[in-house]
């Protein structure tokens, strides 16, 4: 690896700043040159994204418009926060900072004052990590390593700016299971996302949450001003699903199997299979559906029919009425999983439906899936997705 017109790099410390100055072997008295940053990462705790971004800056730029980037600051998170804060006061600060403002919490900034606190899920965050540890009711732990160290996948790289280090857990998806696993105060699953994946085919075929989610890409680990280098991929760190319509679409197939017409009636079977997400459909806080509709209607568009099947996990409070509010959710009202009737990974669900019409006129059958969510605290009716459509016609 060649680094590019330096020869030596001095490491200075003070006051808890890491100090990298950069010296030429030509010219020791020039100054950092214009390509590389001067950066002073913090030697004693989290440094700023946009300063990783100095160098990283592709990796930056996927990052910036992810939603781990956006986990605080994003509005169906903030509205969710300010009720919670409202009806539980300054408890909710550290129930809600651990993984959506993780910086902030272990900063012990909960208001949010400074800039790094309000970054999210960040580069800084994430890099710092050294093992994951079993969780509390509280939310995730970790234990990190600072002074300047960055922990990751690659093997034998090496940086001005800082210590590199490989770690195996960055290519496990346990690291992800720090915050994609949360029980409530009465024990009940909340988010099982790793769960889910754990007991799945593709575990055991070590297909982890970063194959799917942060599949590699053609990009650069630095800018090339900063340090030429013969890799030539980059994980991807837009870590996508929702805001990612082609990966929500990639997870269901339908197929109708058989349609099968005697005299006014018409029994349509349908296979809806979960090919693509190594978790159930849908993962998640128990606020999303899966909804499989099936139609019958005449090709004009007339006597049209429709039927559906939910998918869904139903949590119920201690009086045993459903809690559907993601704020009641979260203010841990849940104390029993009802039903739960979710995809699991590679599973196919075979339905039929049934349907009388009044002439044996041609027909269209169609069966499509759709992603539904409401979140409540922002608009009341749902969003609907539609992720795939399949069609037959019959006569
Ligand atoms: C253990 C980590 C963790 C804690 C603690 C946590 N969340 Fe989340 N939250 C997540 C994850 C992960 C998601 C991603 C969506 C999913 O999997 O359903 C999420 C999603 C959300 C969403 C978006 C819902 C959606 O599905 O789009 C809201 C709103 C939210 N959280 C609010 C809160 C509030 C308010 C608190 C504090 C009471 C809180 N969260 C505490 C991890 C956490
Ligand atoms: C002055 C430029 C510069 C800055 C600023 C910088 N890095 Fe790096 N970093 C590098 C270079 C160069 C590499 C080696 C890349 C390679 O080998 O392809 C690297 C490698 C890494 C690696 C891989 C480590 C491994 O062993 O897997 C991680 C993770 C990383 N940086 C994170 C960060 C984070 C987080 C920040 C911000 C706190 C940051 N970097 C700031 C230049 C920089
Ligand atoms: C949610 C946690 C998370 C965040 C946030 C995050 N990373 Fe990563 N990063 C990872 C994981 C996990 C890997 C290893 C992926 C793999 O190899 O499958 C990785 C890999 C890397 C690598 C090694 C090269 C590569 O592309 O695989 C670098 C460098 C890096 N990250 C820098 C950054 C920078 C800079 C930021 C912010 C702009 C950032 N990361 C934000 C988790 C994160
Ligand atoms: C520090 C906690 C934390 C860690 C570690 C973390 N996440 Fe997240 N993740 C979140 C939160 C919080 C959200 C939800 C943000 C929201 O909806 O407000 C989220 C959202 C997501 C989403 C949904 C994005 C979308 O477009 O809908 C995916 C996918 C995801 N995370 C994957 C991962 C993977 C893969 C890893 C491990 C490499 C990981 N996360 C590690 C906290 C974390
Ligand atoms: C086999 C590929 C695959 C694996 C493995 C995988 N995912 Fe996903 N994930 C997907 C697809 C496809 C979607 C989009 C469908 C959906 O919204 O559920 C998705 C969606 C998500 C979402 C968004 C859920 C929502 O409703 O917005 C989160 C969060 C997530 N994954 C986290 C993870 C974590 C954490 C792991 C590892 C424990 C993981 N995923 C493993 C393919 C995968």
């Known amino acids: 690896m060649i680094l590019k017109s330096f020869g030596v790099w001095l490491l200075c410390f003070f006051s808890g700043g890491m100090f990298f100055a950069s010296s030429s072997l030509a010219d020791r008295t020039s100054g950092p040159s214009a390509d590389i940053p001067e950066i002073h990462l913090n030697s004693k705790g989290f440094s700023s994204s946009r300063q990783c971004g100095q160098c990283h800056k592709e990796l930056y730029e996927d990052w910036r418009h992810s939603l781990h980037a956006d986990a605080s600051g994003?509005?169906?998170?903030?509205?969710?926060?300010?009720?919670?804060?409202?009806?539980?006061?300054?408890?909710?600060?550290?129930?809600c900072l651990t993984c959506h403002a993780p910086v902030a919490y272990y900063n012990n900034d909960p208001k949010l004052t400074q800039p790094i606190s309000r970054e999210g899920v960040s580069c800084d965050f994430c890099h710092s990590i050294a093992e994951v540890l079993p969780g509390t009711a509280e939310g995730p732990q970790f234990r990190f390593e600072f002074g300047g160290l960055k922990q990751g996948s690659l093997q034998n790289s090496k940086s001005p700016a800082h210590q590199n280090r490989f770690n195996d857990l960055y290519q496990q998806s346990l690291f992800c299971k720090g915050c994609h696993e949360q029980k409530n105060k009465n024990g009940v699953s909340m988010i099982a996302t790793w769960s889910e994946w754990k007991e799945s085919p593709y575990s055991e075929k070590g297909v982890t949450c970063q194959k799917c989610h942060m599949e590699k890409i053609a990009g650069k680990t630095v800018a090339s001003s900063v340090q030429k280098s013969t890799r030539n991929q980059i994980s991807n760190?837009?870590?996508?699903?929702?805001?990612?319509?082609?990966?929500?679409?990639?997870?269901?197939?339908?197929?109708?199997?058989?349609?099968?017409?005697?005299?006014?009636?018409?029994?349509?079977?349908?296979?809806?299979?979960?090919?693509?997400?190594?978790?159930?459909?849908?993962?998640?806080?128990?606020?999303?559906?899966?909804?499989?509709?099936?139609?019958?209607?005449?090709?004009?568009?007339?006597?049209?029919?429709?039927?559906?099947?939910?998918?869904?996990?139903?949590?119920?409070?201690?009086?045993?009425?459903?809690?559907?509010?993601?704020?009641?959710?979260m203010l841990g009202k849940g104390t029993k999983v009802v039903s739960d009737n979710r995809i699991a990974p590679l599973e196919t669900r075979h339905e039929s439906f049934t349907f009388f019409i009044d002439e044996p006129e041609e027909q269209i059958i169609s069966a499509a899936a759709y992603y539904s969510y409401t979140p409540e605290i922002l608009q009341p009716t749902p969003i609907h997705i539609k992720l795939n459509e399949v069609q037959r016609r019959v006569r």
């Open 237 to 329: 760190h837009d870590i996508a699903a929702g805001h990612s319509l082609t990966k929500r679409r990639q997870a269901l197939e339908i197929k109708i199997v058989d349609v099968e017409t005697h005299r006014n009636r018409i029994r349509v079977k349908v296979d809806l299979t979960n090919t693509g997400a190594g978790h159930n459909m849908p993962t998640g806080l128990p606020v999303k559906k899966i909804i499989l509709e099936v139609k019958v209607q005449e090709p004009n568009g007339s006597h049209r029919q429709i039927q559906q099947r939910i998918y869904q996990k139903v949590v119920a409070d201690a009086q045993g009425r459903t809690v559907t509010h993601l704020v009641d959710l």
């Open 74 to 95: 994003n509005a169906v998170f903030k509205a969710a926060y300010m009720q919670v804060y409202f009806e539980q006061g300054e408890s909710a600060r550290p129930a």
